[in-house]
């Protein structure tokens, strides 16, 4: 079955420092996507960031980038120039590609819970 | 705006009682998913509709119920078997072809 591990549940950064929150997959598929999604207090879920376990490339969203190591089953994100409203839980999510008989639901670490200091 | 709603915010129920809760989307989606989110867990499947008429359980299904009889609206029922009911409720919908699921604002369940 796949898993998603977060071993982080709490990290603090410093206001405009950078930040890198840990994740780590179990699967035996070859084509999946990961993600990381932010709630903040309000709770509403945001996508962050996006990879496709076919690209080599690693994904950038402005300051958010990632780590994917496909080898290692390691998907990091990295969070450039913090900033307070960066504060939120983040969860990483692992799915497999939506195609006959598959479910094409998320499956979600516990998350890490980053706390942004002034 | 396109986006999904998710209503009410909050809700309160004696345990005993069934209660639905509302999730709406215009973003045209097919699929659409319903999650349970508890302090420390992450959020976990309960069911999920890949097309209208059609359903299937999660991981947590035992105790709830949904229906999908049009395409915006996929309403999910706690039932008094689920026996610890308290928790946030996120409903989700996929664009199928970025693979992307979008979620609503969320209801926070509080059974007594």
């Known amino acids: 079955a796949q898993t998603v591990t977060q071993s982080q549940p709490e990290m603090s950064v410093q206001e405009a420092e950078t930040v890198t929150l840990s994740c780590t997959y179990d699967t035996s598929e070859s084509d999946y996507y990961l993600f990381w999604y932010k709630q903040p207090p309000s709770r509403q879920m945001i996508l962050v960031i996006r990879q496709e376990a076919y690209k080599q490339q690693n994904a950038t969203e402005n300051r958010f980038s990632v780590n994917f190591q496909k080898a290692a089953k390691s998907f990091s994100l990295k969070i450039s120039d913090s900033q307070l409203g960066d504060a939120a839980m983040y969860f990483c999510?692992?799915?497999?590609?939506?195609?006959?008989?598959?479910?094409?639901?998320?499956?979600f670490g516990k998350g890490t819970k980053l706390s942004v200091k002034p | 705006d396109g986006g999904i709603t998710q209503s009410p915010k909050y809700l309160f129920r004696k345990e005993g009682q069934n209660v639905t809760l509302s999730c709406e989307q215009n973003l045209n989606h097919d699929a659409m998913y319903w999650y349970r989110q508890d302090p420390g867990q992450g959020l976990r499947l309960i069911y999920y509709s890949q097309i209208v008429n059609d359903f299937q359980k999660g991981d947590i299904a035992e105790g709830y119920s949904v229906s999908r009889e049009k395409k915006e609206s996929f309403p999910l029922t706690v039932t008094s078997a689920q026996k610890n009911p308290t928790a946030f409720y996120l409903c989700?919908?996929?664009?199928?072809?970025?693979?992307?699921?979008?979620f609503g604002p969320g209801t926070r369940l509080t059974v007594t």
């Open positions: 989700a919908s996929m664009d199928q072809v970025a693979y992307e699921q979008y």
């Open positions: 999510a692992y799915r497999i590609p939506y195609y006959g008989g598959s479910q094409g639901n998320l499956i």
